[in-house]
């Protein structure tokens, strides 16, 4: 039990609140930790509420009843969001990233904590309020915005492989085509990994024609689950939408073409806003 001055209750509370996203926090285990009656510690959550709504970090739910107490939800307000893809547009279409063939190099901001966790953040946003047992991904480049994602809406992140590993005991495997390049490909996913009838979240780093998104979709299958989202950091303007073998999902960015001869790049916001 700690005794603090409310000022410095306030600022404990508040990380306290932040660093357990979607997780249902009795108010007894404050009024606990701190020594404090519980209506001191429901006006301490008020003006914790008002910040965080004010300032667009997210909401404060309060539940009442025995087996009630307040709950995180992180949010991102639409400014915010907007000031954060511009930047991610920015970054995308700086020249250098043009790879031999017309691909866009991404390496390097997948491997920064920082964006990813904001990106995460948006997804979260996103789904906030859909119903999600998991995160699914598949190696390697979309590991760290799912585990970003994860982090956010306080979920495990299941990996999808391309090739089975026995440590990961028995699997399902299947076979899936390329929508882009129409070549077939294998992905799998240990049997221990994945509860039948879970409904996932799917985040990916990049989609073109969402080939290996619906090799996922159909995995999913076989273990009777449900996809209860996608989302994508930056999806292909490139293909046209009946091409696209996938239509509902979220995409914070969009690379809508690649001139390697005059070293351009193009990259506007996905379709974020418009969902």
Known sequence: MKKLKRSARL???TQYLLSRPHHLIPLTTFAQRYGAAKSSISEDLAIIKEVFEDEGIGELQTLAGAAGGVKY???????QALVFINELCEKLSQPDRILPGGYLYMSDLLGQPAL???A??????????VD???IMTVETKGIPLAYATGAELNLPVVLVRRDHQVTEGSAVSINYVSGSHKSLHTMTLSRRALKEKSRVLIVDDFMKAGGTIQGMVDLLAEFDATVAGVGVLVESGEVES???LLQDY???ATLRAVDAKEKEISVTPGNYFNK
């Open 242 to 244: 009946e091409q696209r």
């Open 120 to 129: 995460g953040k948006l997804f979260a946003t996103a789904f906030a309020h």
């Open 132 to 134: 999600i047992d998991c």
């Open 116 to 118: 990813m966790n904001e």
């Open 11 to 13: 600022v404990e509370m």
């Open 250 to 252: 979220v995409s914070l």
């Open 73 to 79: 939800i992180p949010k991102v307000g639409k400014e």
